[in-house]
């Protein structure tokens, strides 16, 4: 008994075969392929088939399967594309919702906080992420052996073929480096906010990242005085925080101020009776300030005998935690949606 012409008919009528719908094809596909099809019942004849024509047979009936498969695939995409084709979509139908995404919560932080300084004449100025020694530390008088230039603090960019370190281009560490290119460009009256992302070489914590924001402010002008950076940041911290924020100050220490302080607000969790947020004691520190040093001034060719300035920074993760009371830093760079989508927008 010699099946293969058999096969051979089969071969032809499935090259042949055209499908007018896929009721049609399926009906061909069980024909063919079905548990009980002709190519199953063809494979339990094989072991019927002599020795001798087994070879020819399997290459045949394996022919067979593969065009079937082939043929299958190429009517059905065929198919689906004369239908797509000639489908009128029902216009009536109400349309697929649309799920709006919202902002990540630094970036309404961050809106909101230049949409208040706006409000009083404060321009947002940005600048490179990857700096030079001059920008991030001389022009702002760290001494050349200050700590904060340390490996620990500041990422160093190696660029020498030698594989040598190079300290002069890094990682800004601040974004006060913006602040010495608006001096640089522009003539007092300066008045300018610079928002951006920093980089500090630390340990991965909930409550330090190696990477963050700031936003930091500088003001010049003749006459600049104390009284007018407290207003300025009791003003802000009334129009974040509520109206019932009240700010301190602390004395501190930056190379760039001379005076520095700290500024921190009433504890908004207790309202300043003291809870574990604030470590009892009702204040919450949220940035350093001070007057600009005549140094930083002369450095940046602007004469310290007329004008006066003030600049102050904070960080934006640290107000966006006391906003939202969010515990752990690293949640803002996890992409959690269950965290993220708990913050519309408003900005
Ligand atoms: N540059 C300081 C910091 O990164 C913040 C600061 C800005 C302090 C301006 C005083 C004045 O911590």
């Not at 030079?132 to 760290?142: A, E, I, P, R, Y």
């Not at 603090?153 to 913006?178: A, N």
């Not at 005085?225 to 009791?234: G, H």
């Amino acid at each position: 008994m010699n099946l293969i012409p058999e096969i051979e008919k089969y071969i032809r009528e499935v090259h042949e075969f055209k499908a007018k719908n896929p009721e049609d094809l399926e009906q061909f596909r069980i024909r063919f392929l079905g548990k009980k099809g002709i190519v199953p019942e063809f494979f339990k004849q094989f072991k019927e088939v002599p020795p001798e024509q087994k070879k020819e047979f399997g290459q045949h009936i394996n022919q067979l399967k593969q065009l079937v498969q082939e043929r299958v695939n190429t009517l059905r995409h065929s198919l689906k594309k004369h239908q797509t084709k000639h489908h009128y979509t029902d216009l009536t139908l109400p349309g697929d919702p649309f799920v709006p995404g919202s902002r990540h919560p630094l970036s309404i932080v961050r809106n909101e906080i230049i949409s208040i300084f706006s409000r009083i004449g404060f321009t947002v100025s940005e600048g490179p992420e990857i700096e030079d020694d001059t920008h991030v530390f001389s022009k702002l008088n760290f001494p050349p052996d200050h700590p904060a230039r340390d490996m620990q603090d500041t990422f160093f960019i190696e660029k020498d073929p030698d594989g040598e370190s190079r300290h002069d281009v890094l990682l800004r560490t601040h974004t006060s480096s913006v602040q010495v290119r608006v001096m640089e460009n522009q003539k007092p009256p300066i008045r300018t906010i610079s928002p951006g992302r920093v980089f500090r070489n630390e340990a991965i914590s909930p409550r330090a990242h190696c990477i963050f924001h700031q936003i930091e402010g500088l003001y010049i002008d003749t006459d600049v005085s104390f009284a007018q950076l407290k207003q300025t940041l009791y003003y802000f911290s009334r129009a974040f925080f509520g109206p019932e924020t009240n700010v301190r100050f602390r004395p501190s220490y930056f190379p760039f101020t001379e005076p520095s302080a700290e500024m921190d607000i009433t504890c908004m969790l207790c309202g300043g009776k003291g809870c574990n947020v604030c470590k009892y004691t009702g204040w919450l520190e949220i940035l350093g300030c001070g007057m600009v040093d005549p140094n930083v001034l002369e450095f940046n060719g602007i004469d310290s005998e007329k004008y006066t300035g003030f600049a102050f920074g904070m960080g934006i993760e640290r107000i966006a935690m006391l906003k939202y009371q969010i515990n752990d830093l690293r949640l803002y760079f996890e992409n959690d949606l269950r965290f993220l989508e708990q913050f519309s927008a408003d900005f």
